[in-house]
């Protein structure tokens, strides 16, 4: 008899407390699209699914967040949005309309302009909840990284607000605490090194954008392959990183792979280039699988140009499963609301449906 084992699920219903109203989108202000239907969809479709071991994360404090982020940022973050309003903001929700971009170095002290030195768009909305989601959401993907450190073959983090575009020291891009990295560090600093070496993991973003803050995070280290599959920046989001060009520095050289894609790629093309990435993550020979699993490449996603079946994402989770590595899923984007729940249950069923040989 073959029994599948089914991936771990971690949620936080604490998410719905991150609900900003609004976002300017391609010059319009439409509603927000990172809403709380997306991981309360996802969910559902998680418990139709059925088979799931589905649980609550416990509080890890601080510590494993605050080595990723910077205390400073971390900081503003908590008291932003109560500085916000104090300082006459509304109650709509803190968003910046000043950027410290290139040249402007100075970090302001007024609440409103702090705002633009720690967010690099203005999509990262903060309101009411927001501190206390993103706090929850990270803590979602340290248990799930701690169910793999004690065994597991595989968990989801089904984190909400989302996390691959924070910096250490920024938000953007819906995302205020970098999930997969705080969960990537969390696994190397929670592993008995092997006698052959360092503990390493990788990270693979299939967002359909570019994982502009886990890059940058571990851009000078080698101990964490950062490998990321995305829309050319020269035509989408996060525009500024996330070209082949940039490989790491210092210690990190080759320790970073972008594979920029143009618009409409299909399955079959797609699946390919993922098996080339796979073969790459074979060679580094890593002790963990951190997944940033956006399914924005669908193909009828708002905020995407490919052209990604349904069907894809099961051979998706499949090619992942062929690596045979503990594995971490931690959920990023998509905003195909009406197909997002069974796109990331495709995924996980194509990853349970492997049986190694
Ligand atoms: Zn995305």
Request: proline fraction near 5%; aromatic fraction near 10%; glycine fraction near 8%.
């Amino acid at each position: 008899m073959i029994i599948v084992r089914r991936v771990i699920i971690y949620h936080s219903s604490t998410h719905q407390l991150h609900a900003p109203v609004h976002e300017f989108f391609e010059g319009a202000l439409i509603p927000y699209q990172e809403s709380p239907t997306r991981a309360n969809i996802v969910l559902t479709a998680l418990r139709e699914a059925g088979g799931h071991e589905i649980r609550l994360p416990t509080d890890h404090g601080w510590e494993p967040i605050r080595a990723i982020h910077d205390s400073a940022y971390l900081d503003w973050f908590k008291s932003a949005y109560p500085a916000w309003l104090a300082a006459g903001g509304s109650t709509s929700g803190a968003v910046a309309d000043t950027f410290a971009v290139r040249q402007l170095k100075r970090r302001p002290n007024h609440p409103k302009a702090a705002l633009g030195y720690y967010a690099l768009d203005a999509t990262t909305v903060i309101t009411d909840g927001t501190f206390q989601a993103a706090y929850d959401s990270a803590q979602v993907a340290i248990c799930a990284a701690e169910a793999l450190s004690q065994g597991s073959r595989s968990a989801f983090a089904l984190c909400r607000p989302p996390g691959h575009h924070a910096h250490a020291d920024l938000c953007g891009g819906y995302c205020f605490l970098n999930n997969a990295a705080i969960a990537a560090q969390w696994l190397i600093d929670h592993s008995t090194a092997e006698p052959s070496g360092p503990v390493r993991a990788v990270i693979l973003d299939v967002d359909f954008h570019h994982g502009n803050g886990t890059q940058d995070i571990f851009y000078r280290r080698s101990d964490v392959l950062f490998v990321s599959i995305h829309a050319d920046p020269d035509r989408q989001y996060p525009y500024f990183s996330g070209g082949a060009a940039e490989v790491g520095e210092g210690e990190g050289v080759g320790a970073t792979i972008n594979i920029p894609l143009p618009a409409r790629i299909n399955d079959h093309a797609y699946l390919t280039i993922l098996d080339q990435a796979c073969d790459r993550i074979s060679d580094y020979r890593p002790n963990w699988l951190v997944v940033s699993l956006g399914v924005d490449t669908f193909e009828g996603d708002p905020l995407g140009d490919f052209a990604l079946t349904n069907e894809a994402y099961t051979l998706i989770g499949r090619s992942l499963a062929e690596l045979n590595l503990s594995t971490l899923f931690v959920m990023e984007g998509g905003y195909a609301i009406a197909q997002l729940g069974q796109n990331i249950t495709s995924v996980l069923g194509g990853f349970e449906s492997f049986k190694a040989t």
